[in-house]
């Protein structure tokens, strides 16, 4: 079994209120109310990601997969799930056998899982996406000793989401956050302590809703 995901696309999030997230490995979540923050699924349909990992309960960073990004992923099993089965996301993030529609991946552990079980699933969905990649870029830092720059995206629009992550840092900066400002054709990126110009580097994605 394996004890991550493997392929894929993983970024980085916020969990919309301390401690919501705490074990919930391998649930569904959906975005918050706020930019960059994520919670457990509440409406199916709204999926964005599943959990890989929140390494330190102290503060609300999560790792969360890209759903239909590829490669397998461990999803918490609501019941029983045959191998070889089609899952769907249900409410609360845990996944439920297909019954009829489109399924958001195929159960690749052999057997019957139980209530609570992580199972490891293609990320082969076979419905049409929720949302589509339709920006993505690495951003080398330009804002000087500050935790605050902006990215130059022309074409955002209002209901995109932003998903940064930080793949090069210099000193202590362990956490980038975004705000999508379509207003101003900017991604304004926010650091948890001061980038570096030229070293500090944050990629992103910009997801949009399927039409």
């Known amino acids: 079994m394996q ?8 970024f980085g999030g916020l969990e919309e ?9 391998g649930y569904f ?22 959990i890989v990992e929140k ?21 918490r099993a ?7 089965a089609q899952i769907i996301p249900a409410v609360g993030g845990k996944a439920a056998t297909l019954v009829s529609g489109f399924s958001r991946g195929i159960k690749k552990s052999a057997g019957n899982s139980a209530d609570g079980d992580l199972i490891e699933v293609y990320d ?3 419905q049409k996406p929720n949302y589509s990649i339709v920006k993505s870029g690495v951003h080398t830092w330009a804002g000087g000793a500050a935790t605050t720059d902006s990215i130059a995206v022309a ?14 840092r210099a000193s202590t900066e362990t956490l980038v956050s ?5 207003a101003n054709d900017q991604i304004d990126l926010t650091l948890s302590a001061n980038g570096t110009d030229g070293t500090t580097k944050v990629s992103y994605l910009v997801l949009r809703a399927a039409a």
Request: zero cysteines.
């Open 178 to 182: 975004a705000v999508n400002d379509h």
């Open 55 to 75: 390494a330190d309960l102290r503060d609300r960073e999560v790792q969360i997969h890209l759903l239909g990004s590829g490669g397998i992923m461990r999803v």
């Open 124 to 126: 082969i969905p076979n």
């Open 155 to 168: 074409g955002l629009e209002n209901g995109d989401i932003i998903l940064p992550t930080l793949v090069a």
């Open 29 to 50: 979540v959906e975005p918050g109310t706020a930019a960059g923050t994520y919670k457990l699924l509440a409406t199916v349909g709204k999926e964005v990601g599943v």
């Open 3 to 10: 004890t991550e995901t493997v392929g894929g696309i993983n």
């Open 78 to 84: 609501g019941g029983v799930i045959a191998g070889g």
């Open 17 to 25: 209120t301390l401690g919501d997230l705490d074990g919930k490995q």
